[in-house]
């Protein structure tokens, strides 16, 4: 990877598949992985929060990079690093990078939520523990601590292998300020699906993306036209999108968007414990949306 933009592009949030007995599709992971390479994908983000990281064994997780790094060649692997310790993840970061892993998407802790000088060492620890390029992954909806631009500017102030923020709030002012105040060397990279146009409008060059799972052509064509500035194509592909891209947003993100790979044909909605299957209810409405998108589907360019 270059100095220069290193992160730009899709990069999907890849789910992670399950055969029926509850161990890794590891099958099915390479297929999907190349899939989505092939539609236009920039690399892949395993282990992450759609990857259902934090109920993976470490030994699956080496595994998932071992796959995902051979399936892959050249492009690179750029996985989650989280634990519910910092030693875990100083070990699971220095593991990704002798796989051959090109970057790491570090997290804050599993579970522990303390002030920013704890959280700070916590994610000095694990950056220092390499010197692959790191994206910071700042999600307060789900990991309850929120890096603010000011502690996002300390750790790149210090840590020059920082060349990426994931800001997943969910709030776009947080997405203007950031697209304000970092370094240049430094990317912006949306993480919540709903958000990718106003985030592109703002200045950020990547997406880590949740419905590209199902949709890799569509989610890249969105992205590039927002990129380009065709802001009138974008908008009436992203006005289609926008009812699916919405599944990313909810608790039950996971199984919604694992539903709709189900359903489209492109994976399976098993999840593993404590999350469960959909209510009927709930596969009721996931299934409506995704026949009305079918429905409406513009055309491929």
Not at 38 to 57: F, I, W
Not at 265 to 294: C, D, K, N, Y
């Amino acid at each position: 990877m270059t100095q220069s933009k290193i992160f730009e592009g899709v990069f999907p949030a890849i789910t992670t598949p399950f055969n029926q007995d509850g161990s890794v599709d590891h099958a099915f992971l390479r297929d999907h992985a190349r899939w989505m390479m092939r539609e236009g994908s920039r690399g892949m983000v395993p282990l992450g929060s759609l990857g259902e990281g934090n109920t993976l064994e470490e030994s699956e997780k080496i595994a998932i990079l071992e796959t995902l790094v051979d399936a892959l060649g050249d492009a690179p692997v750029v996985p989650g690093i989280g634990s519910l310790s910092t030693q875990g993840a100083v070990r699971l970061a220095r593991v990704a990078q002798e796989l051959g892993c090109q970057g790491l998407m570090v997290l804050p802790p599993y579970v522990y939520t303390s002030d920013w000088r704890e959280m700070k060492l916590h994610m000095a620890a694990v950056i220092s523990a390499t010197d692959l390029p790191v994206i910071l992954y700042n999600n307060p909806i789900a990991y309850r601590t929120d890096f603010l631009t000011a502690h996002i500017l300390e750790l790149v102030d210090e840590h020059a292998n920082v060349r990426a923020v994931k800001e997943s709030s969910s709030d776009v002012r947080r997405v203007t300020a950031l697209a304000a105040a970092l370094p240049s060397h430094v990317e912006l990279m949306v993480g919540v699906d709903d958000l990718l146009l106003e985030g592109v409008v703002a200045g950020a060059t990547g997406w880590i993306a949740g419905l590209v799972n199902a949709y890799p052509a569509e989610s890249v064509r969105l992205f590039n036209l927002a990129r380009a500035g065709r802001l009138d194509e974008a908008s009436d592909l992203y006005r289609w999108f926008l009812p699916l891209l919405r599944l990313d947003t909810g608790i039950k993100f996971v199984q919604l968007i694992k539903q709709v790979q189900e359903e489209t044909g492109h994976g399976s909605a098993r999840v593993r414990a404590p999350r469960l299957a959909l209510t009927p209810a709930e596969f009721s409405e996931v299934r409506g949306i995704i026949q009305q998108a079918s429905a409406s589907q513009p055309a491929p360019v």
